[in-house]
């Protein structure tokens, strides 16, 4: 009934509007459960800047405040309960890091073995860069410019093949 009437005043265009609008204003759904969730502000705030650099292990591209699987609600809640025991906000990640190796980071120091994660990129890029470089070096230049002369001759032979 709400389409119809949205529709009939506005045309599709309205419809498309009020859509988008729609999806703009909601805010994304957090996995956060409202039992893990600590009634101090200030340690629930560490919990979720701690949360949002995990990632979770079964989603992988997720951090671990994003995502629903029971895994990351179990590392949410580990990481509530080692902040209510008074750890530090590195001494959770040494602890989970510890436990699960780097890959539980989001957003995993540079190191020895994460130099080849952190510099692939920018060697793409160069390579690339001198390749480019290497292609254009190499183009053939057009050739010599033709004489007065030779303009003639050219343009006398493309008359007489219009005749």
């Known amino acids: 009934m709400t389409d119809m009437f949205v529709r009939k005043c506005f045309g599709a265009f309205g419809l498309a509007v009020v859509a988008i609008t729609a999806l703009l204003v909601t805010a994304p759904a957090l996995a956060v459960q409202p039992d893990e969730i600590i009634s101090d502000p200030a340690l629930e705030a560490r919990a979720r800047a701690l949360s949002k650099e995990l990632r979770c292990m079964v989603c992988q591209n997720q951090s671990i405040d994003d995502s629903d699987a029971p895994l990351a609600h179990d590392l949410r809640v580990l990481v509530r309960e080692r902040l209510q025991a008074g750890d530090t906000n590195q001494q959770v990640i040494d602890f989970l890091t510890a436990r699960y190796g ?51 001759r050219v343009s006398q032979i493309l008359a007489d093949k219009d005749v």
């Open 102 to 152: 780097e890959f539980v980071l989001l957003k995993p120091p540079f190191s020895l073995h994460t130099a080849l994660l952190w510099l692939t990129p920018i060697g793409i890029l160069v390579i690339g860069a001198c390749g480019l470089a290497f292609a254009s070096r190499r183009r053939e230049p057009a050739g010599p410019e033709l004489t007065v002369a030779e303009r003639a």
